[in-house]
C-alpha cells in the first residue's frame, strides 16, 4: 500500500487562532495536499478555528474532529491537555476558553513589564503574527517572535531559553487550572481527554500519578521521538486501556522544523473520535 492511500490523521497543529502561523483553511488545503485523510485543529485554549475549518472541510473532502489544546497545573508542573469530539456548542468549553483569554491577557502583560524593567520595549500591539488574521490566543511565542523583531533576541529559541521560558528571569505562569479541572470541562462538554506529548515531561514517574486522573487517551506519537521513547508510552496507554492518538504539533513557520503529518494516528483511532462526536450529537 502506497503512503498515499493509507489513512493516516494528524490530530495536534496550531493556526492563527493561538500560535500557529498559518489560517486554519490554509492548515487544512496543506493537509489535503500532504496526503491527511482526517485532521484535528487543537489550537491552545481556543475553539475558534472551527468556524471556519468545518465548512472548510467538507468543501475539501477532509474528516474534522473538533480538538482543543489546554494548558493546566497539577501542583508545579505544566501540563498540556487535548481535547476531541466534544460539542463545539458547549458552554462548559466557551466559558473556559474565556477564563484562558482573561488569564492570557494578565499573563502577558506581567511579562511585557519585566522585559521592559530589562530594557527591552515590546507593546501589546507588537504581539501580532499575522496582522491580517483575528488572533484568540496570545501566547508566549507570539512575545518571542516579537523579541526577534525588534532585535533583542537572535532566535525564538534564544527568547525562551534567556528570558521567557519557564523559571527564566521574564516568566510568568500566571493563574493557573487544574488538570482535574481542565478533564471536568472536556468532560462536561461530552468530549474525550488526552495527554498532550508526555516525552516531553521530566518525570515520567509523575506522569503515571497524574495519568491516574480520568484521562481517555495518551498521545503516543509525536514529532521528533524515537522509536523507543515512543514504545514506552504506547505501552503505558495500552496498560490503562487508554486511546493512542498521535500528531505533529505543526506551528508553521513558528516552529518552521516539525511538517504538518509529519506524526499521526491510525485510522482506528480517529474511528473512535468520530463514532464518540456522532454519539453526542444524537444526544
Ligand atoms: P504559553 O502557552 O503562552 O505559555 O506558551 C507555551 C508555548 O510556547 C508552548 O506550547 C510551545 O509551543 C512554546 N514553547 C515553550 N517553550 C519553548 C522553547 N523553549 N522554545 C520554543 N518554544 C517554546
Ligand atoms: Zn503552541
Ligand atoms: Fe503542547
Ligand atoms: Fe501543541
Redesign the pocket.
Known amino acids: 500500500m502506497s503512503l498515499n492511500q493509507e489513512f493516516r490523521a494528524d490530530l495536534h497543529c496550531h493556526t492563527t487562532c493561538s500560535d500557529g502561523s498559518m489560517t486554519p483553511k490554509e492548515v487544512l488545503r496543506l493537509a489535503k495536499d500532504v496526503g491527511l485523510k482526517g485532521i484535528s485543529i487543537t489550537d491552545h485554549d481556543s475553539i475558534e478555528a472551527y468556524t471556519e475549518a468545518v465548512p472548510k472541510a467538507q468543501l475539501l473532502g477532509l474528516e474534522i474532529i473538533p480538538g482543543v ?1 489546554f494548558s493546566s497545573h497539577y501542583g508545579e508542573t505544566s501540563v ?1 491537555i487535548l481535547g476531541y469530539a466534544f460539542s463545539l456548542d458547549s458552554p462548559a468549553i466557551h466559558v473556559f476558553c474565556d477564563k484562558h483569554t482573561q488569564r492570557r491577557t494578565h499573563r502577558n502583560k506581567a511579562i511585557l513589564e519585566k522585559l521592559a524593567q530589562h530594557r527591552m520595549l515590546i507593546n501589546e500591539e507588537d504581539l501580532v503574527i499575522n496582522p491580517n488574521e483575528p488572533t484568540h490566543t496570545i501566547g508566549r511565542p507570539h512575545i518571542a517572535q516579537a523579541l526577534v523583531r525588534k532585535g533583542y533576541c537572535r532566535t525564538i529559541r534564544d527568547a525562551f531559553n534567556e528570558y521567557i521560558g519557564e523559571g527564566k528571569p521574564c516568566f510568568e505562569s500566571g493563574a493557573r487550572f487544574s488538570v482535574e479541572e481542565t478533564l471536568q470541562v472536556i468532560h462536561d462538554a461530552g468530549g474525550l481527554a488526552v495527554i ?2 508526555p516525552h516531553l515531561m521530566d518525570d515520567a514517574k509523575e506522569v503515571e500519578t497524574i495519568l491516574d486522573f480520568p484521562f481517555d487517551g495518551v498521545e503516543v506519537f509525536y514529532a521528533r521521538f524515537t522509536e523507543r521513547d515512543t514504545k514506552k508510552w504506547l505501552e503505558i496507554a495500552e496498560k490503562r486501556n487508554l486511546l493512542i492518538t498521535g500528531g505533529s ?1 505543526f506551528h508553521g513557520s513558528i516552529k518552521p522544523n516539525i511538517a504538518l503529518g509529519s506524526s499521526w494516528a491510525p485510522e482506528s483511532t480517529f474511528r473512535v473520535l468520530q463514532k464518540h462526536y456522532e454519539a453526542i450529537q444524537r444526544n
Open positions: 489544546e498540556h498532550a506529548h504539533d
